[in-house]
């Protein structure tokens, strides 16, 4: 209940800091010539200019206001959020053009004011941020590249944006609520250096040291650190940080990983990396005694959240990983409950972690699925993908009082997913954890 009311008072917050200045420029004379399109037009003007400056706010990671949520979904909803901004900002131009044809010399170059200029600008650079998001990957950008460049694109299309508002001053023109979107501006320029300035700074207080690299099966590899000079920092089983490696915090290098290693170790930290994406296509050759800076921890995809009589985890890939902090934590607290893993990989050779589970099986009392796509002539077990089939098989009685934990590929997540559902699992216990943040 008291996660249920933290959540709901973020979400009012969120809509108060959207809503709020649009209803606030309503205050005051209307200026001549708005009709009801007119005003339409501007409202959506306004609300998607305040959706982006919120933006600002969503992805400055504040762990009291993404706790309630996990930061892997609020970044979810910062992507998808970002798509009705800029559905908003074209939509702004379109119904002046719909309700009065002859608005569109206004936007012929040779007429053009700097107060319509900057609004174009400002449009431009969203429509850039959202072609290098939704296809980074297709287009090839290098993952630091981007997020340099996205910065940087919503900085300057939220400027020219609030440039547009004053320069056109329709329902702004007041000195008070020039003063309003003044504070709007500002205030996201005191996210950018508390982000950028005051929170890596803090950072440089606290580094960490790689003290092994251990290769694991599958391309797969795990770095061991240990912070220097300092306390380290607690975390529950499952979480996950951002890792920079190599750089200083204020490089802005930075990489989302899931912590790995038990939460009974505060002073050793695990993160298990396959070779993927750019920078991790390099990972196995971090040498030890390498300086890093530790972002975390961030998420709800723990154990600790939710308690349980017993617990079903389901794993594709790497994301075997924050599984395997929750597992590792279970044994260290000689924790006796039933468990069991539904893990799907691709070859019984290349499986990640294979030893080590088998001597946690002797050791919890886990029940272990291995679902291998290409497995050995000799393999009795399942084989292909995971499916609702092999759920009904092989999942444990007492289902609807089990807490299901989910983390692999994006497929994997959705067949998950509805199969527990179909096989009796309340949809309230059944957590994924959604790496791929971009």
Same mark, same amino acid.
Not at 189 to 204: H, Q
């Given at each position: 209940?008291?996660l249920?009311?933290r959540?709901?008072?973020?979400?009012?917050?969120?809509?108060?800091?959207?809503?709020?200045?649009?209803f606030?420029?309503?205050?005051?004379?209307?200026?001549? %010539?708005?009709?009801?399109?007119?005003?339409?037009?501007?409202?959506l003007?306004?609300?998607?200019?305040?959706?982006?400056a919120v933006?600002?706010?969503l992805?400055?990671? $504040?762990?009291?206001?993404?706790?309630? &949520? %996990?930061?892997?979904?609020?970044?979810?909803?910062?992507r998808?959020?970002s798509?009705?901004?800029?559905?908003?900002?074209?939509?702004?131009?379109?119904? $002046?053009?719909?309700?009065? @044809?002859?608005?569109?010399?206004?936007?012929?170059?040779?007429?053009?004011?700097?107060?319509?200029?900057?609004?174009?600008?400002?449009?431009?650079?969203?429509?850039?941020?959202?072609?290098t998001?939704?296809?980074?990957k297709?287009?090839r950008i290098?993952?630091?590249?981007?997020?340099?460049?996205?910065?940087?694109?919503?900085?300057?299309? #939220?400027?020219?944006?609030?440039?547009?508002i004053a320069?056109i001053g329709?329902?702004?023109?007041?000195?008070w609520?020039?003063?309003?979107w003044?504070?709007?501006?500002?205030?996201?320029v005191?996210?950018?250096?508390?982000?950028?300035?005051?929170k890596?700074?803090?950072?440089?207080?606290?580094?960490?040291?790689?003290?092994?690299?251990i290769?694991?099966?599958? @391309?797969?590899?795990?770095?061991?650190?240990?912070?220097?000079?300092?306390?380290?920092?607690?975390?529950?089983?499952?979480?996950?940080?951002?890792?920079?490696?190599?750089?200083?915090? $204020?490089?802005?290098?930075?990489?989302?990983?899931?912590?790995?290693?038990?939460a009974?170790?505060?002073?050793?930290?695990?993160f298990t =990396?396959?070779?993927?994406?750019?920078?991790?296509?390099?990972?196995?050759?971090?040498?030890r005694?390498?300086?890093?800076?530790?972002d975390?921890?961030y998420?709800?995809f723990?154990?600790?959240?939710?308690?349980?009589p017993?617990?079903? $985890?389901?794993?594709?890939?790497?994301? =075997?990983?924050?599984i395997m902090?929750? #597992?590792?934590t279970?044994d260290?607290? %000689?924790?006796?409950?039933?468990?069991q893993?539904?893990?799907?990989?691709?070859?019984?050779?290349r499986?990640?972690?294979?030893e080590?589970l088998?001597?946690?099986?002797?050791? #919890?009392d886990?029940?272990?699925?291995?679902?291998l796509?290409? /497995?050995?002539?000799?393999?009795?077990g399942?084989t292909?993908?995971?499916?609702?089939?092999?759920?009904?098989?092989?999942?444990?009685?007492g289902?609807?009082?089990?807490e299901?934990?989910?983390?692999?590929?994006?497929?994997m997540?959705?067949?998950?997913?509805?199969?527990?559902?179909?096989?009796?699992? /309340?949809?309230?216990?059944?957590h @994924?954890?959604? &790496?791929?943040?971009?």
């Amino acid at each position: 209940m008291i996660l249920f009311c933290r959540a709901a008072f973020w979400i009012a917050v969120y809509l108060a800091l959207v809503l709020v200045p649009l209803f606030a420029l309503l205050i005051g004379p209307r200026p001549a %010539g708005s009709g009801f399109w007119w005003d339409l037009s501007l409202a959506l003007g306004f609300a998607g200019t305040t959706m982006m400056a919120v933006m600002f706010f969503l992805t400055a990671r $504040f762990q009291r206001a993404t706790a309630p &949520f %996990g930061i892997d979904l609020v970044y979810y909803f910062h992507r998808w959020i970002s798509l009705g901004a800029a559905l908003f900002v074209v939509l702004h131009p379109v119904l $002046f053009v719909v309700q009065d @044809s002859y608005a569109l010399h206004m936007f012929h170059p040779a007429v053009m004011g700097w107060e319509l200029w900057s609004g174009v600008g400002s449009a431009l650079a969203l429509a850039a941020i959202m072609v290098t998001s939704l296809w980074r990957k297709p287009l090839r950008i290098h993952y630091d590249a981007w997020r340099v460049w996205h910065a940087l694109l919503a900085v300057i299309a #939220l400027a020219l944006a609030l440039v547009h508002i004053a320069g056109i001053g329709y329902y702004s023109g007041e000195p008070w609520k020039k003063g309003l979107w003044l504070v709007i501006g500002l205030s996201c320029v005191a996210v950018v250096v508390y982000v950028r300035l005051i929170k890596p700074t803090a950072m440089l207080k606290r580094p960490w040291r790689v003290t092994e690299v251990i290769e694991e099966r599958g @391309s797969t590899w795990t770095l061991v650190l240990r912070p220097e000079h300092h306390a380290g920092f607690l975390f529950l089983p499952g979480q996950f940080a951002w890792l920079t490696l190599e750089r200083s915090p $204020f490089a802005m290098k930075e990489h989302p990983f899931s912590i790995a290693s038990s939460a009974e170790n505060p002073l050793e930290l695990r993160f298990t =990396i396959k070779e993927l994406g750019d920078f991790t296509r390099r990972i196995g050759q971090i040498k030890r005694g390498t300086k890093a800076w530790i972002d975390g921890p961030y998420g709800t995809f723990s154990i600790d959240r939710m308690q349980a009589p017993g617990y079903v $985890f389901v794993a594709g890939g790497v994301g =075997i990983a924050p599984i395997m902090s929750m #597992l590792r934590t279970l044994d260290e607290r %000689g924790d006796k409950r039933p468990l069991q893993l539904f893990y799907a990989y691709h070859t019984w050779e290349r499986l990640t972690f294979r030893e080590e589970l088998e001597e946690l099986r002797g050791r #919890l009392d886990l029940d272990i699925v291995y679902v291998l796509n290409d /497995p050995p002539s000799d393999w009795e077990g399942e084989t292909g993908y995971l499916t609702e089939d092999i759920f009904a098989r092989h999942l444990c009685a007492g289902r609807s009082q089990l807490e299901c934990f989910i983390c692999g590929p994006t497929p994997m997540i959705e067949v998950a997913e509805k199969s527990l559902a179909h096989q009796g699992v /309340p949809r309230g216990q059944i957590h @994924s954890e959604l &790496f791929d943040l971009v």
